[in-house]
């Protein structure tokens, strides 16, 4: 998916761990993990909010849109 | 899951694992009798007649009378099936033999129906091997039905070449019973749906 999520970049630039995280925003490892790793297929508002909220930033600096190779060709 | 729906699918599920075992053992009956026919022989006190499943049009010309009148009629349309008397071996053995081969071919059937229902008491009503085991019980309720077809098919073709009656004209027609298609059908769609079910049941489950 061309989406990518960067918790990983906001969690090095906040200095904060993902458990920690995990215990601010309620919601579970294995979830963030899926999050952190692509494999999701939606976020809801609610969840963005509660990480934009943890992180202090906004939507955008946790997620990206990452043409792929055949889109960016195009 | 709530009680109220699991207590039918339980029920189903028990109705299906019941015909299942009972078709085992019909197939395993008929199949010894088979057996024993060709090894032995049948016993002179059986007389076995073969029905063949046909649709006849027995045209028998007749006459109506009114008054002093008399008009030409035919009796026609009916419906019925040919018993034959002491036939020859042939007769026997197709009929037993494609007989045994469908309700084998019911057996797998029911064996993957009984798969889906295990899994719809399980509660896993998207899983994969659920919707998977639907389509093949439409499959082999498909290849049953085609097989089944072309046989009666094929009986119409013979006994309207080789069979005569005295005084009767005896038209043979071939009719399709698309019910057990019909069934295949609906079952293919339902594990479509099912399969679409589970592609969104994946999507909550990564909803995050």
């Given at each position: 998916m061309p989406i990518i999520v960067n918790v990983d970049v906001m969690l090095a630039k906040r200095k904060m761990t993902v458990t920690e995280l995990s215990q601010r925003v309620g919601i579970t490892m294995a979830n963030l993990s899926i999050l952190k790793q692509g494999k999701g297929k939606a976020i809801r508002f609610s969840t963005l909010d509660a990480l934009c909220k943890a992180l202090d930033c906004q939507p955008g600096d946790l997620l990206e849109y990452q043409p792929e190779e055949g889109e960016a060709r195009e | 899951m709530s009680s109220s729906v699991q207590g039918p699918i339980r029920l189903a599920h028990i109705i299906t694992r019941f015909v299942y075992f009972l078709l085992i053992l019909v197939w395993a009956v008929l199949f010894a009798i088979f057996l024993a026919q060709i090894l032995?022989?049948?016993?002179?006190t059986w007389s076995f007649s073969i029905d063949l499943p046909l649709k006849l049009d027995i045209a028998q010309p007749g006459v109506l009378s009114v008054g002093s009148e008399q008009y030409p009629v035919e009796i026609s349309a009916v419906r019925g099936k040919v018993a034959m008397q002491d036939p020859p071996s042939f007769f026997i053995w197709m009929p037993a033999l494609i007989t045994l081969f469908c309700i084998v071919l019911a057996i797998f059937a029911l064996w993957c129906f009984k798969g889906f229902m295990g899994h719809m008491v399980a509660g896993e009503f998207f899983h994969q091997r659920a919707s998977l085991r639907l389509r093949q019980t439409a499959g082999w309720v498909v290849l049953a039905w085609f097989i089944q077809t072309t046989f009666t098919f094929w009986v119409a073709v013979w006994v309207q070449n080789h069979v005569s009656f005295n005084d009767v004209t005896v038209h043979t027609s071939f009719s399709w019973d698309l019910a057990w298609l019909a069934v295949a059908l609906f079952l293919w769609i339902v594990s479509r749906i099912l399969d679409h079910g589970r592609d969104l049941e994946d999507e909550q489950k990564l909803t995050i």
């Open positions: - | 032995f022989g049948l016993p002179e």
